[in-house]
């Protein structure tokens, strides 16, 4: 599966998992929504001027959410792996 796809994939799956807990404190939510926004602004850029930084926030994301939410913490980690094979 292309890098692409599969980031399409794995942001799906983060929103699929966010909407499905509903004990997340409104912070966390509130920072995942702004994450996944991100994550689907960058899908269709292909050949386009990235947002390097964004594999940073998802990084960050893994470190606060791994502790509590350790299912999302894994998702989010594969999107940093796949952000690395796009070149972001």
Do not use: W, Y
């Amino acid at each position: 599966m292309p890098a692409r796809e599969e980031l399409k994939n794995q942001v799906k799956v983060l929103r699929e998992q966010l909407d499905s807990d509903p004990l997340m404190s409104a912070e966390k939510r509130d920072e995942l929504e702004s994450l996944i926004t991100e994550l689907e602004v960058q899908e269709p850029l292909e050949g386009a001027i990235q947002d390097p930084s964004i594999a940073d926030g998802v990084n960050l994301a893994v470190e606060r959410f791994e502790l509590d939410h350790p299912g999302i913490a894994g998702t989010l980690r594969n999107i940093v792996t796949t952000l690395g094979n796009i070149g972001i």
